[in-house]
Structure formats: C-alpha cells, structure tokens
C-alpha cells in the first residue's frame, strides 16, 4: 500500500485545490491573451480578471478598484508598507509594527529604518501573544504614520484584535495595514468591518498556487510603487497580469468563503482531537496557542526537546509540521514570536507548530498523535536536556 504524507504544514503553504487548477488551465492555454491587448483574445482576459476583482472585492466589501493583484503576500506587505511610508513621509517618519509579525512585515520595517531614516517602535504582546493595546496606544506618536499589525498568527494561530486597533488609527488619522495572510479562509475579510485601509493576502495559503498576492488599498490612499514600468493595476504595480494566477487566487478565495462554515467545524473538530491527545497523553507540553486563535493552528513547545528532532522524527513517519515558522525553519534560530511571549530560550526552541487543512482526516490525527507520544517519550530518554 502506498503511504500518504501526512501534511500538517498548511500554514507554511497549502495544497492547491484541484477545482482552482481546473479553473486556471483555460487561461495557459485557451485565453491566453495579454490583458492590455486590443483584440478580443486580450479583452476576454481583461474581463475575466476584472470578473476576479469584483469576486474578490465582495468577499472583502470593498469596491473592485481597491484591488490589486501582487506577486505574493511579501510584495503586498512591502507595498503597503514601503509606499506608504515614502509617500507620506513628509508628514511623519515613524511606523508601528508588533513584534510577532512575519519577517515580510519585520524586514521591511527594519529595512526602512536602516537605510531610509524612519523609526520604529514595536508592540509588546502578553503572554497569549495578543498584542497589548495599551502598549499600542502609548506608541503613537505626532510623526506616526502608518501602523501595520498582523490579523493572525502565523506560528501560533493568536488572532489580533483588528477592530480595535483600526479604530485607534483612524482617530489618530494614522493609517492602518494588516498581513491577513493568517486569516484569509479562516476569518472574516470585511474590510469596513475591520477599520483597515490596506490589507495583504497571499494565494498559497488558502489553496491557490504559489506567487499571487492580494493587496486591498482604500481609495485615496496612494502608495508609492515599489517597481516602474507599464501601467497595470493603475500604475500601482507594473507587469502583464499573471491572468491564470489571479483566476485562480479569485476561484479558491470564493471556495474558501462558500464553504467556511463547512470546513471550519471540521477543521476545528480535528484542531481539539489534536489538542486533546497531546494534553492528555504528553507530559511536559506547554501550549503557545491562545483560546482567540484561528481553528486550524496548534502550537506546543515540549519541554526538554529541541524542536527539530521531533520534525525530523515525525518525518520519517511521513508527518510534516514545523518549528516556527517555514521561513525560519532549518536555522536554528528560536521563534521571534514564541519569544516575544516571554517564553525562555529553551521553551522557543521548543515549538512545534501544527496546521490543519480540509484535506486532513481523523485517521491521520490519531496516527499523528500515536507516533508524536512515542517520538517524544524516545527523544526524552537520549536527551542531554534536563526538564
Ligand atoms: N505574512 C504571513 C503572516 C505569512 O505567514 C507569510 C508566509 O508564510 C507571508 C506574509 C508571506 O507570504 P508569501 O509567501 O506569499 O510571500
């Protein structure tokens, strides 16, 4: 019997889903077409990805015209982020950012610091890793301008609270991005709802291919382009639209929001027999994920162990998780996020991070519960680590 991999990795990146594929041949090899050509060849894809803009901007309640399709959720952060700060610079140089956000937010931020003469301040989060609101507030400053928060967690599923903080900004008059990378299919996209004038999503993650983005940019607010060249997406953002990618990033995003309720009941049915299992036959396990979080996402940190033993131990049993982050894992660096919880070192070094899709079965959530009992009862026994 051949033996199926057991993807428990989906917030690293996801299975894309086999409708979506279905739905984008047409557009490799029927209307292939360039949008900006005249002809009807160009047009029928014009139309099919303006079709997508509106599909999309009714998930997210926006108008259509505040879409933009981007290479990957890092180009949507860096756009908002970077293009904002450069335009509106002259009213102010200092950004807030939080310090569980994913290195395309962190990096950029740094970035701007470093080489381009902005400050930041980032906000602490408490133990949960929420972030702290109170902190936020007393952050801003009379030169903020423009305060970028994550809407969840990447490594533990902690959902942000939004809302709240775009109110915050609004009342400052700072604007306000979210990475909803974490998010999109898992939460509610409403854009009015959550106060937020720019917003990144990232196809990958919800079951479209790799290397599309979504950037939603309120009307009026006007980034400054991160490259130069033609005039797609009004200028914003330069090259022939990947038409395929974006049919198929409007496809999943539909099938994600048509079928939430669906797939969040029995996704979080297996998130709590993961949850159970763990607690109940694991000793020495400490949870980074918070009650608030998103209903796929599981984070322990075992103590004693080093996180990359237990993933390589359960990849011989064909289980795939991660230590931190995708983008970290295979450096030995402890999670930034797990830290900033006020874990110590050895507990971050520790993390485990378990994230479920609506491929996952029972079967695999009890096989992966066995094997990781028995993975971390043979690592404890060798381990130089004293609990
Ligand atoms: N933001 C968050 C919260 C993520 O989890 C990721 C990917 O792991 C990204 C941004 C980057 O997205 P992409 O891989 O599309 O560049």
Do not use: W
């Not at 890092?74 to 994913?102: C, F, M, P, W």
């Not at 005039?231 to 539909?254: C, D, F, Q, W």
């Amino acid at each position: 019997m051949e033996k199926k991999f057991i993807y428990l990795d989906n917030n690293a990146t996801t299975k894309v889903d086999d409708i979506v594929v279905k739905e984008m041949q047409k557009y490799f090899t029927e209307v292939y077409g360039n949008p900006s050509s005249l002809y009807d060849l160009g047009q029928e894809a014009r139309e099919a990805i303006e079709n997508a803009r509106q599909r999309i901007a009714k998930i997210l309640n926006c108008d259509a015209s505040e879409i933009y399709f981007t290479g990957s959720g890092t180009e949507s952060d860096n756009l908002a982020i970077k293009g904002v700060a450069r335009r509106y610079q002259n009213k102010g140089k200092h950004i807030i950012t939080s310090a569980i956000e994913h290195h395309a937010v962190l990096n950029t931020v740094e970035y701007l610091g470093k080489k381009e003469g902005f400050e930041y301040s980032l906000v602490k989060v408490n133990n949960d890793g929420i972030v702290d609101l109170d902190h936020l507030k007393s952050l801003i400053r009379d030169d903020t301008i423009i305060i970028s928060i994550m809407y969840a967690n990447n490594e533990t599923g902690a959902i942000q609270p939004i809302e709240e903080i775009g109110k915050i900004a609004k009342e400052k008059g700072i604007y306000f991005h979210t990475d909803a990378v974490q998010a999109a299919g898992k939460l509610s996209l409403d854009v009015k709802k959550l106060n937020v004038d720019m917003m990144s999503l990232s196809g990958h993650k919800f079951h479209a291919p790799k290397g599309v983005g979504i950037l939603y940019k309120r009307n009026g607010i006007n980034p400054i382009p991160l490259f130069h060249g033609g005039h797609h997406e009004k200028n914003l953002r330069p090259s022939t639209e990947n038409v395929p990618y974006i049919m198929g990033i409007a496809k999943a995003l539909e099938i994600a929001y048509d079928e939430l309720e669906e797939h969040k009941e029995k996704i979080y049915k297996l998130k709590m027999m993961l949850k159970e299992g763990i607690e109940k036959n694991i000793e020495g396990v400490i949870s980074n994920t918070p009650e608030n979080s998103v209903f796929n996402t599981l984070n322990y940190s075992f103590k004693g162990i080093e996180g990359e033993s237990i993933l390589f131990s359960l990849n011989d049993f064909g289980i795939g998780v991660s230590t931190g982050s995708a983008c970290t894992s295979g450096s030995l660096e402890p999670s930034h996020v797990i830290m900033a919880m006020g874990r110590d070192h050895a507990i971050c070094h520790s993390s485990i991070r378990f994230s479920l899709s609506k491929y996952n079965t029972e079967d695999e959530i009890k096989y992966t519960i066995e094997k990781l009992k028995e993975v971390i009862e043979r690592i404890r026994k060798i381990s130089p680590y004293k609990q």
